[in-house]
């Protein structure tokens, strides 16, 4: 016997329940199906918990810094682990509670905690149920991946996910990887008060950003104590006694880098190998990410992809998206598109990196006439206000149509001053509204008027 629903949905990550929650108000008969926790890798992994430690670090750091403002701390200021690691569960849990009750309190869905696995393109089955749908939307997420280097068996090491139940202070932290994963980690535990070192096979940090951004963030991690070993074309690892030896290059006597603990953070792999896509004909490419259209549908018709799963985007707001492009499109008729949506992303580090558009890399290979203009946050009143002077603001425009092209603000509220010019950028209107605009004294976003004011041609 199987039941019948008009939508299956797998996965409660960050575009699941929401599809669930519009679906069933547009009376659909709708499954969702958990094998973890719900909320996914955001809520429980990822973002939520990073953040709520970033925040701790964030004020460590800050009462370290007293003597600045002119406060004084009676003695060390020390992390209690425990503590900061106890508020993170509490937010971590009432989120992951909110979800599920969210999708609990639904009328027409159930909820189906398994693991859920296609027997056919119409045919799921989750706790030798099977359950029959028109409909299948999968929002599956992703997991660290574990890299196949020399020694991998042989060295304990944490994920992401593993970190997330250390209560003590590794009192040497070492790193492999030094992407947006591996730098918020690194900040937090060395403002918790670890040793920390960075282990990054690429020559410069975050490869993918601009070599001023990647080498800004160096700065920032070295002043604050975080060693960094970069070009490490060899990584091994080795357990030496009470020990994890990291293996750095590929020289006869290799050099290491000797840790107590070891976070592997080296990008993430799609969880699609055991959810019998083959059973369901749904096509994936070689790093298994589920193949989709501009609207997120598969090679299989009835059977959608959302979220990191469809290697479309790797963040929340990416997966958010995801739900309504294929909510809107499916309730409403809307025309949503994937390629509709601007690259926009933060590392949210202290200061941290607010993005949006092209790299300059990427405008180089576009071949577009560009102009580009660059302040450094040292320039930038409410940043020296703040004592938070590291980083800049760097905007690039298109020289004819005057269109932003892409931007980087590396500095105090460049997660939130970057929407300003996101949104100048989806409403397709020239940089010159910004330029000409009245922002609010003081504050990071009133220098983007001045900003743009200097344009120079990009080199
Ligand atoms: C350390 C870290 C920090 C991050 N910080 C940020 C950030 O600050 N901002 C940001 O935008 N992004 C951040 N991300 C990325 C963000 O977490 C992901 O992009 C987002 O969670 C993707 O959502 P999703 O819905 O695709 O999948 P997920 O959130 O991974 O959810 C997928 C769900 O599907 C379930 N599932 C998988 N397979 C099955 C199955 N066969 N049956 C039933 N259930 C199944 C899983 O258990 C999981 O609950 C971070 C990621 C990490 C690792």
Known sequence: ??????????????????????????????????RDKFGGTCVNTGCTPTKTLVASAYAAHVARRGGEYGFVVNGDVRVDIKRAKARKDEIVERTSRGVEEGLRALKNCRVIQGHARFQSPSAVVVNDEVLEAD?????????????????IHDAPFFTNSSMMDVDFLPQHL?????????????????RFGS?????????????????DVSEAVREIMEIEGIQIRRSATCISLAKRESLIAVGVECVEAPPEVLGTHLLLAVGRTPNTNDLGLDLAGVATDESGYIIVDDQ?????????????????????????NDYEIVADNLLNADHRRVSDR?????????????RCGMTDAEIRKSGRPALVAKRPMSQVTRAVEKGETHGFIKISVDAETKQILGAAILGTGGDEVIHVLLDIMYAKAPYTVVQRAMHIHPTVAEYLPTVLSKLEAFA
């Open 135 to 151: 409909k299948v939307f999968i929002n599956v997420g992703g997991r660290a991946s574990i890299p196949a280097i020399k020694g």
């Open 195 to 211: 040793e920390v070192t960075i282990v990054e096979m690429a020559p410069r940090l975050i490869g993918r950003e601009d070599e």
């Open 296 to 320: 997120l549908q598969t090679n299989v018709p009835g059977i959608w992809a959302l979220g990191d799963c469809n290697g479309r985007g790797a963040f929340t707001h990416t997966a958010y």
């Open 342 to 354: 601007i690259q926009t992303y933060a590392l949210f580090t202290d200061p941290p990196l607010g």
């Open 174 to 190: 070492v790193i492999v990887g030094g992407s947006y994963v591996g730098l918020e980690f690194a900040q937090i535990f060395r």
């Open 1 to 34: 016997m199987s039941q019948h629903f008009d939508a299956i949905i797998i996965g409660t990550g960050q575009a699941g329940p929401s599809l669930a929650a519009r679906f069933a108000a547009a009376g659909m008969a709708v499954a969702i199906i958990e």
